[in-house]
């Protein structure tokens, strides 16, 4: 069955860097569009990045935009997340997504990410 | 950017009752709108996607109507196993907006 594992998560200072990697198995990884989405501590869900299935297109959310760089590597069933210039506010849990359709219907268990001084 | 509310915020219900909750969207999205529940400490569940289509394997408690910027969940008999947060989320556009959640206790 899908199976998705992020890990990389920690505790990093304002205006750090960290990177989150996802292991996907169970399904076709090159055949499917990934996303990234957060949970603030007691807060909703946040969407936070998409990559197509071949990585020829990234999207985004305002609030990461030019901080944060999504990718993969097909070749391994990888995801990443490269996230600079953290912010107190990108604290959360990052959940790794398996879209169908750009709807994510899977998830990984999440991983969680504090930047605090 | 599209914006979504989700109402109500918070809704107190008991077992056996029918429940909705609405989802708006700022603009038309069509029908590019889908539905997640999460229970505490988990991740969340895709119920519904294209507004109306139950995911393979969901009870058909759950049904989702709609189209435009007007959505619905509705539950038709609540169980205990379904207290949880809902969200809705637009894909007509980038960013990929969710509703700010709706918590369903029990009453």
């Known amino acids: 069955q899908v199976r998705l594992v992020e890990s990389g998560g920690g505790v990093v200072q304002p205006g750090g860097s960290l990177r989150l990697s996802c292991a996907a198995s169970?399904?076709?990884?090159?055949?499917?569009?990934m996303h990234w989405v957060r949970q603030a501590p007691g807060k909703g869900l946040e969407w936070v990045a998409f990559i197509r299935y071949d990585g020829s297109a990234k999207y985004y959310a305002d609030s990461v935009q030019g901080r944060f760089t999504i990718s993969r590597d097909n070749s391994k069933s990888s995801l990443s997340l490269q996230m600079n210039s953290l912010r107190t506010e990108d604290t959360a849990l990052y959940y790794c997504t398996k879209a169908e359709t750009v709807v994510s219907h899977d998830w990984g268990q999440g991983v969680l990410v504090t930047v605090s001084s | 950017d599209i914006q979504m509310t989700q109402s109500p915020s918070t809704l107190s219900a008991s077992v056996g009752d029918r429940v909705t909750i609405t989802c708006r969207a700022s603009q038309n999205i069509h029908s590019w709108l889908a539905w997640y529940q999460q229970k505490p400490g988990k991740a969340p569940k895709v119920l519904i996607y294209?507004?109306?289509n139950l995911k393979t394997g969901v009870t058909s408690r759950f049904s989702g109507s709609g189209s435009g910027t007007e959505f619905t969940l509705t539950i038709s008999s609540l169980q205990p196993d379904d207290f949880a947060t809902y969200y809705c989320?637009?894909?007509?556009?980038?960013?990929?907006?969710f509703g700010q959640g709706t918590r369903l206790e029990i009453k």
């Open positions: 989320q637009q894909y007509n556009s980038y960013p990929y907006i």
């Open positions: 294209k507004a109306s």
């Open positions: 169970g399904f076709t990884f090159s055949s499917h569009g």
